[in-house]
């Protein structure tokens, strides 16, 4: 070690610091099927509906219009 470049021990140093706070940053997270709204089926439901909604955005205001 005491041969070594100090900007490669710089970097290196800075790499382990860098894996270190991104593991403690993933382990915070909640996990994913969580995020994204629960069981994979729900999700998909979600990811329909939404782009029904965004190839016919009309059907959601006559949607809205005719319930009132």
């Known amino acids: ?11 290196i140093g800075s790499m382990i610091h860098r894996e270190r706070v991104a593991r403690i940053e993933a382990a915070r997270r909640p996990r994913s099927d969580t995020v994204l ?3 994979p089926r729900e999700s998909l439901a979600t990811a329909l ?3 029904a909604l965004w190839i016919a955005p009309s059907v959601r205001g ?4 005719g319930a009132a």
């Open 49 to 51: 509906v939404a782009l």
């Open 62 to 65: 006559a949607r809205i219009n």
């Open 1 to 11: 070690m005491e041969n070594w470049d100090p900007s490669v021990t710089f970097e």
């Open 37 to 39: 709204g629960g069981t």
